[in-house]
T-cell receptor, first 110, second 114 residues
Framework: GQQVMQIPQYQHVQEGEDFTTYCNSS?????IQWYKQRPGGHPVFLIQ?????EVKKQKRLTFQFGEAKKNSSLHITATQTTDVGTYFC??????????FGAGTQVVVTP | EPEVTQTPSHQVTQMGQEVILRCVPI?????FYWYRQILGQKVEFLVS????????KSEIFDDQFSVERPDGSNFTLKIRSTKLEDSAMYFC????????????FGAGTRLSVL
């Protein structure tokens, strides 16, 4: 069945540094969504990517969907303490099955 | 801004008891979802609901689970005969369209089975 994997599971970043988290699916995806969950909070939608090779930016966040539509990445530049949380990718495969990845927990130190 | 509301925020129950978790989706949304998140783990899809019937469900959503839209505003998740391993945060979400659309999550209900 479909597997959505995220790496790394845990990311410790110094404030001001850049980092990237990756999302890989075992099957081709119709779309990929990214959510952010603050500690003790609920997932909040960040972005959706639909097209092969699509790149979208939100301020310091850059999201990319792979050419084969099986992987995605989230790159954050100049990390701030407000970026703390767990970032989940979630994808829908061609059979309509929807699955979240395990998430990347981001800790930012000043 | 419209939001998904869930009640109660925390539910404590004895093993074997039935619980009903309640959700009020955003009013113009047509698709509703339940997710489960065991402490420290990923968000797991349970079920999606559209047009008064289940449209998708995961392997987790077995016979002990059921969903219902009893009126025009509420969307409920019932767990019959709760088990210790049902302890988790349960999130309700809704979207205007299906899974290819933005999902808005409620704050969740923390279920503790003793």
């Amino acid at each position: 069945g479909q597997q959505v994997m995220q790496i790394p599971q845990y990311q410790h970043v110094q404030e001001g540094e850049d980092f990237t988290t990756y999302c890989n699916s075992s099957t081709t995806l119709s779309n990929i969504q990214w959510y952010k969950q603050r500690p003790g909070g609920h997932p909040v939608f960040l972005i959706q990517l639909v097209k092969s090779g699509e790149v979208k930016k939100q301020k310091r966040l850059t999201f990319q969907f792979g050419e084969a539509k099986k992987n995605s990445s989230l790159h954050i530049t100049a990390t701030q303490t407000t970026d703390v949380g767990t970032y989940f990718c979630a994808g829908t495969d061609s059979w309509g099955k929807f699955q979240f990845g395990a998430g990347t927990q981001v800790v930012v130190t000043p | 801004e419209p939001e998904v509301t869930q009640t109660p925020s925390h539910q404590v129950t004895q093993m074997g008891q039935e619980v009903i978790l309640r959700c009020v989706p955003i009013s113009n949304h047509l698709y509703f979802y339940w997710y489960r998140q065991i402490l420290g783990q990923k968000v797991e899809f349970l079920v999606s609901f559209y047009n008064n019937e289940i449209s998708e469900k995961s392997e987790i959503f077995d016979d002990q689970f059921s969903v219902e839209r009893p009126d025009g505003s509420n969307f409920t998740l019932k767990i019959r005969s709760t088990k210790l391993e049902d302890s988790a945060m349960y999130f309700c979400a809704s979207s205007e369209q299906g899974l290819l659309n933005i999902q808005y999550f409620g704050a969740g209900t923390r279920l503790s089975v003793l």
